[in-house]
Antibody
Framework: QLQLRESGPGLLKPSETLSLNCTVS??????????WGWIRQPPGRGLEWIGNINYSGHTYYNPSLESRFTISADTSRNQFSLNLKSVTAADTAVYYCTRVAGSWRTHVDYWGQGTLVTVSS | QSALTQPPSASGSPGRSVTISCTGT?????????VSWYQQHPGKAPKLLIYEVNKRPSGVPDRFSGSKSGNTASLTVSGLQAEDEADYYC??????????FGTGTKVTVL
């Protein structure tokens, strides 16, 4: 059974850089046919797609978001990561790592449990 | 890339049906047959209910069904049960390997 688990700091100060890792078990991020991505959800609000990375390391980001996000992958550790520079209170959210499936990689079939990131001075 | 529009809330009595709409544009919902729906209980990660407009993953009851007409997709939950009380989100492929989510609908079972 595929499992995804997020890890990273729960609390940051404004202007710091957020680094989150997603460890995948029960499957390989190198397997073709899937993308791996990040979605966030501010407290009490809706879901926001951040971006995806494919098996060859190509990345795709939400064009509506600023270019502060970077997604990368470490296939040797079967992990992928999210970096967010210069965080503000508006970046406070639950961050989910996901597997994206479908012939055009159009839906999320596996989600991590989510990790709450709070930005506060 | 604007969020898809969903009604904030919907409700129904046990055993009845509720339908949730998801309105986008010709650049997302109307342009592709790649609408998906997710159910989210409080404090939990979302769960995939429907993909590619009307396909159900293994294990999802056939009480959940999806459809699309033009720029609007719909999710119908038939035979409402107490455990269906949750938030529901639609999502659509929006071209260039991008996604957009709906604003979310809170379903209450009366």
């Amino acid at each position: 059974q595929l499992q995804l688990r997020e890890s990273g700091p729960g609390l940051l100060k404004p202007s710091e850089t957020l680094s989150l890792n997603c460890t995948v078990s029960g499957g390989s991020i190198r397997s073709g046919g899937y993308y791996w991505g990040w979605i966030r959800q501010p407290p009490g609000r809706g879901l926001e797609w951040i971006g995806n990375i494919n098996y060859s390391g190509h990345t795709y980001y939400n064009p509506s978001l600023e270019s502060r996000f970077t997604i990368s992958a470490d296939t040797s550790r079967n992990q992928f990561s999210l970096n967010l520079k210069s965080v503000t209170a508006a970046d406070t959210a639950v961050y989910y790592c996901t597997r994206v499936a479908g012939s055009w990689r159009t839906h999320v079939d596996y989600w991590g449990q989510g990790t709450l990131v709070t930005v506060s001075s | 890339q604007s969020a898809l529009t969903q009604p904030p809330s919907a409700s129904g009595s046990p055993g009845r049906s509720v339908t949730i709409s998801c309105t986008g544009t010709s650049s997302d919902v109307g342009g592709y047959n790649y609408v998906s729906w997710y159910q989210q209980h409080p404090g939990k990660a979302p769960k995939l209910l429907i993909y590619e407009v009307n396909k159900r993953p293994s294990g999802v009851p056939d009480r959940f069904s999806g459809s699309k007409s033009g720029n609007t997709a719909s999710l119908t939950v038939s035979g409402l049960q107490a455990e269906d009380e949750a938030d529901y989100y639609c999502s659509s492929y929006a071209g260039n390997n991008s996604f957009v989510f709906g604003t979310g609908t809170k379903v209450t079972v009366l």
